[in-house]
């Protein structure tokens, strides 16, 4: 499946331009897939096309209100290109679509999904000719469910409900959602997981709208008379994600708190720089910090791969952790600090020279 087949997730169109006022220079296609994300630091939407990277915005103001909402609550999300228009020859506005969903899992196992005669015989009844294969049969049921990869490094998706809504309710069962077609997965005795029903796709209203998962698996579809049995190990993976679906969103909550204390610590342990100016390089920030700074013994030059913020004064966060020596010895001046770690927006590395991105 294309990214462009998805009709599923909160579906936005956004009209985009670079914020130089510049066309786009990369390689563009219409329904080729993008990445885009929210950099914190200058608080900015990067839009990459392939390996290059643009800071851009909505072309409208109510529309740039909008993308910043989808980009700062951070759903797992698709973007596509729907559409170019161009000034003297040169993309200049872009039309994309977004699909935000309300999680995503990752597996790093091999994922078999076996497919009998009986869903053979009615996928191809219903959706193929009479002279397809066996063979073609299960490749064209896994084009109709896996969604093509971003890259060669990334890993197949599929979009998934663990909506109890069948007659396998009461199993180990799943439904994946194609792009014309849902199809029931349950584990049977043997601990193998099948196609148990296949349909046409139905509409979804707002009022029975799936929540849909992505999966991130290496995934394959295989003939179920030649599938082995699934390691122990791997069948309590989807069993535990689908036992836990319902309280997915307070254990993420927990695990933020915690991870946030902990960077929280971290960044008051290793303190922060003063700078005097900046300038901006591309898409790099470079600080000249204060020169009456004893370089030797600062703490944060001593740490590798630390990520750092800059700010007009410390955030208050990171200077009242604790009760006493947190104040900051040189107050109102503007600040380079260590960052606490916030999932789901990821933080961009920095080098140790004071470059910032």
Same mark, same amino acid.
């Given at each position: 499946? %294309?990214?462009?087949?998805?009709?599923?997730?909160?579906?936005?169109? $956004?009209?985009?331009?670079?914020?130089? /006022?510049?066309?786009?220079?990369?390689? +563009?296609?219409?329904?080729?897939?993008?990445?885009?994300?929210?950099?914190?630091?200058?608080?900015?939407?990067?839009?990459?096309?392939?390996?290059?990277?643009?800071?851009?915005?909505?072309?409208?103001?109510?529309?740039?209100?909008? +993308?910043?909402?989808?980009?700062?609550? !951070?759903?797992?999300?698709?973007?596509?290109?729907?559409?170019?228009?161009?000034?003297?020859?040169?993309?200049?506005?872009?039309?994309?679509?977004?699909?935000?969903?309300?999680?995503?899992?990752? +597996?790093?196992?091999?994922?078999?999904?076996?497919?009998?005669?009986?869903?053979?015989?009615?996928?191809?009844?219903?959706?193929?000719?009479?002279?397809?294969?066996?063979?073609?049969?299960?490749?064209?049921?896994?084009?109709? =469910?896996?969604?093509?990869? =971003?890259?060669? /490094?990334?890993?197949?998706?599929?979009? $998934?409900?663990?909506?109890?809504?069948?007659?396998?309710?009461?199993?180990?069962?799943?439904?994946?959602?194609?792009?014309?077609?849902?199809?029931?997965?349950?584990?049977?005795?043997? @601990?193998?997981?099948?196609?148990?029903?296949?349909?046409?796709?139905?509409?979804?209203?707002?009022?029975?709208?799936?929540?849909?998962?992505?999966?991130?698996?290496? $995934? /394959?579809?295989?003939?179920?008379?030649?599938?082995?049995?699934?390691?122990?190990?791997? %069948?309590?993976?989807?069993?535990?994600?689908?036992?836990?679906?319902?309280?997915?969103?307070?254990?993420?909550?927990?695990? @933020?708190?915690?991870?946030?204390?902990?960077?929280?610590?971290?960044?008051?342990?290793?303190?922060?720089?003063?700078?005097?100016?900046?300038? %901006?390089?591309?898409?790099?920030?470079?600080?000249?910090?204060?020169?009456?700074?004893?370089?030797?013994?600062?703490?944060? +030059?001593?740490?590798?791969?630390?990520?750092?913020?800059?700010?007009?004064?410390?955030? /208050?966060?990171?200077?009242?952790?604790?009760? !006493?020596?947190?104040?900051? #010895?040189? !107050?109102? =001046?503007?600040?380079?600090?260590?960052?606490?770690? @916030? #999932?789901?927006?990821?933080? %961009?590395?920095?080098? !140790? @020279?004071?470059?910032?991105?």
């Amino acid at each position: 499946m %294309r990214v462009s087949d998805l009709k599923s997730g909160s579906i936005s169109t $956004i009209q985009v331009e670079r914020i130089e /006022d510049e066309p786009f220079t990369a390689s +563009l296609q219409n329904t080729m897939e993008l990445s885009m994300a929210y950099d914190g630091y200058s608080d900015e939407i990067i839009l990459s096309i392939g390996d290059d990277p643009f800071s851009i915005e909505a072309t409208t103001s109510k529309e740039k209100v909008k +993308l910043n909402k989808i980009v700062k609550r !951070g759903f797992p999300k698709i973007v596509w290109l729907a559409s170019k228009q161009k000034v003297n020859g040169k993309p200049k506005i872009l039309t994309i679509q977004i699909h935000e969903f309300p999680n995503q899992w990752s +597996l790093p196992d091999n994922i078999e999904i076996g497919i009998d005669e009986k869903i053979i015989d009615y996928y191809k009844s219903k959706f193929l000719t009479i002279k397809d294969t066996k063979k073609t049969v299960i490749e064209k049921i896994k084009g109709e =469910f896996i969604i093509q990869s =971003f890259s060669k /490094d990334t890993k197949p998706r599929l979009q $998934i409900s663990v909506t109890k809504d069948s007659i396998y309710s009461k199993t180990q069962s799943f439904t994946m959602i194609g792009k014309k077609a849902w199809a029931v997965i349950v584990r049977n005795d043997e @601990n193998n997981y099948l196609i148990k029903q296949i349909t046409k796709g139905r509409k979804q209203t707002e009022s029975g709208r799936l929540e849909i998962i992505l999966l991130h698996a290496p $995934i /394959d579809f295989i003939d179920a008379t030649i599938m082995g049995k699934h390691a122990a190990e791997y %069948r309590l993976q989807i069993d535990e994600l689908i036992r836990k679906n319902e309280s997915w969103l307070a254990i993420w909550k927990e695990y @933020n708190e915690l991870e946030y204390q902990r960077n929280l610590k971290n960044a008051f342990e290793i303190g922060w720089l003063h700078y005097e100016n900046k300038r %901006r390089d591309g898409y790099n920030w470079i600080f000249s910090i204060d020169k009456n700074i004893d370089l030797k013994n600062n703490n944060t +030059l001593r740490i590798d791969n630390i990520q750092l913020e800059a700010s007009h004064s410390v955030p /208050d966060d990171i200077k009242n952790f604790s009760v !006493g020596d947190s104040e900051t #010895p040189h !107050g109102g =001046f503007p600040t380079i600090a260590s960052k606490p770690l @916030n #999932p789901p927006f990821p933080i %961009r590395k920095t080098s !140790g @020279n004071s470059n910032s991105q």
